[in-house]
């Protein structure tokens, strides 16, 4: 393990990147296996004597371990500074607070840019593909080898509400609670075909060279910067872009050609060409391949509740973004239905907003009400 410190001023982070023995392997689901493995994390807080205060934040698809510090690439502020924090729903003065990147990952988790140590050279498209489960599986294992019997709760939004979801199936023994934030228990036709449209914008890239651009010195970044541009429509709403661009042009008369002419396109290429300094175009694949493969159901005889079948002890809040098209209120009631039925205990919330999926993100006080109210029982709950 190293360690390092990439605090904010008004929090202490502690973190770096966790090396497990080259014996222990990370066994996924296609059958492959990956070792050595590495984790890159970020904490905030400190573990109690009784190791009841840890929870675990996940992240969504190009998110990373700096939740609440700041990113050592981009030195933007982390992406979930407005919950975690002293004073905010996570605490780090009375929480003990965990942030990795995922497996396939590309800030220092094992993944397709890693060096496959079978050739000494990167991985590329010989990494094997990986799965929610996967990703859910390593955090066990760092979570395990942490010391820390269970966590007092897991929590994620989008992809991370999706990673809750897998720990509650698959680690119920392990959490006192779980919260799932603008997420879903599959991914729909819609979303693979994003998704599909953003890979085929990095394969057609003539720099991404079959995903061997690293050996030779290219990187994909129009594919990739396309790729983001396309995924970032479905995280605002419709009322969102209107409100913040409707048709406000850039300069003052149309430039009668292909220039960004409209405030929303200058808007799109700054998101795609701020992307790619931070992230590999292959992690992206394998990232988005996993949420494909995501079928909580589909793991369980095709019958959600049954996933939540061992799961009865959890606290479960399962929360919703009324202007969310990617992952709808509709999609959020089908888990918490889910849940009754397994007998769990969940409560359920729809905020409204129109700020779209990137709500979480983003200054949302009654999202803020909501996990502070949730958080506080739970840990009086648990005597914290």
Request: aromatic share 10%; glycine share 10%.
């Amino acid at each position: 393990m190293d360690a390092k410190d990439q605090s904010d001023p008004a929090i202490e982070t502690h973190g770096g990147t966790w090396r497990f023995p080259a014996e222990t392997a990370l066994r996924l689901d296609s059958g492959a296996s990956l070792s050595p493995l590495e984790i890159g994390y970020n904490t905030y807080g400190a573990l109690n004597a009784a190791k009841s205060n840890a929870i675990l934040v996940c992240h969504a698809l190009t998110g990373d371990q700096y939740a609440a510090s700041t990113h050592p690439v981009t030195g933007k502020p982390g992406w979930w500074n407005k919950v975690i924090g002293p004073g905010l729903p996570l605490d780090p003065d009375r929480y003990f607070i965990i942030a990795t990147n995922v497996v396939g990952g590309c800030m220092g988790s094992t993944g397709p840019a890693s060096i496959d140590p079978a050739t000494g050279k990167v991985y590329g498209l010989s990494f094997p593909v990986i799965t929610i489960a996967d990703m859910v599986r390593a955090q066990a294992m760092l979570i395990e080898a942490m010391g820390i019997p269970s966590l007092l709760a897991v929590v994620g939004g989008s992809m991370g509400g999706m990673q809750v979801l897998q720990w509650a199936a698959d680690y119920p023994e392990k959490l006192f609670s779980a919260v799932c934030i603008g997420a879903a228990a599959r991914h729909s036709a819609q979303n693979i075909a994003f998704h599909e449209v953003g890979r085929q914008a990095i394969m057609a890239d003539p720099d991404w060279r079959g995903g061997a651009y690293d050996a030779a010195g290219v990187r994909p970044d129009k594919g990739l910067a396309v790729a983001r541009m396309a995924a970032h429509i479905t995280y605002l709403s419709e009322e969102a872009l209107q409100r913040k661009f409707g048709r406000e042009l850039q300069r003052d008369g149309l430039s009668w050609g292909f220039d960004a002419d409209f405030q929303v396109e200058s808007y799109l290429r700054h998101q795609g060409q701020s992307f790619v300094d931070r992230f590999d175009a292959n992690a992206y694949l394998y990232i988005t391949r996993a949420l494909d493969y995501f079928d909580l159901a589909a793991q369980h005889g095709g019958v959600l509740a049954q996933a939540f079948q061992r799961a009865r002890a959890v606290r479960f809040c399962v929360l919703s973004f009324s202007s969310d098209w990617l992952y709808s209120t509709a999609e959020s009631r089908d888990i918490v239905r889910a849940l009754n039925a397994a007998g769990c205990r969940a409560s359920f919330v729809e905020i409204e907003t129109d700020k779209g999926h990137d709500a979480f993100f983003l200054d949302e006080p009654e999202l803020d009400r909501t996990l502070r109210g949730f958080f506080n029982s739970t840990a009086q709950a648990r005597g914290i």
